[in-house]
């Protein structure tokens, strides 16, 4: 059974910090793309990052870029997403994916994707 569980979120001042992490299971994850997505209340769904844990390579979203760090575990078959200077605007809930891709600028899922069930994240101003 394919599993992604997302822990880390909670209630955070401007400019705090937060790190989620997503353990998955149930699917060989050295081959997989994790990623990161967040929805707020109101907006669509919008990719944040992208990595492959067989190369550690992350690819960021703009809104990420410089303020948000994807890393693996490979032993725990773990995904963390170490998020700095958050914003307001950072305020929704952070799932994580089996499946993702980077284009143009812009993260995105895929169909065959499986989700977790995600994680809040508030920012207070």
């Known amino acids: 059974e394919v599993q992604l569980v997302e822990s880390g979120g909670g209630l955070v001042q401007a400019g705090g910090s937060l790190r989620l992490s997503c353990v998955a299971s149930?699917?060989?994850?050295?081959?997989?793309?994790i990623g990161w997505f967040r929805q707020a209340p109101g907006k669509e769904r919008e990719g944040v990052s992208c990595?492959?844990?067989?190369?550690?390579?992350?690819y960021y979203a703009e809104s990420a870029k410089g303020r948000f760090t994807s890393t693996v575990d490979n032993a725990k078959n773990t995904v963390y997403l170490q998020m700095n200077s958050l914003r307001p605007e950072d305020t929704a809930v952070y799932y994580c994916?089996?499946?993702?891709?980077?284009?143009?600028?812009?993260?995105?899922?895929?169909?065959?994707?499986?989700w977790g069930q995600g994680t809040q994240v508030t920012v207070s101003s």
């Open positions: 994916a089996s499946d993702c891709y980077y284009y143009n600028g812009d993260i995105h899922s895929t169909t065959v994707d499986y």
């Open positions: 149930g699917f060989p994850f050295d081959d997989a793309k």
């Open positions: 990595i492959m844990p067989s190369e550690g390579v992350p």
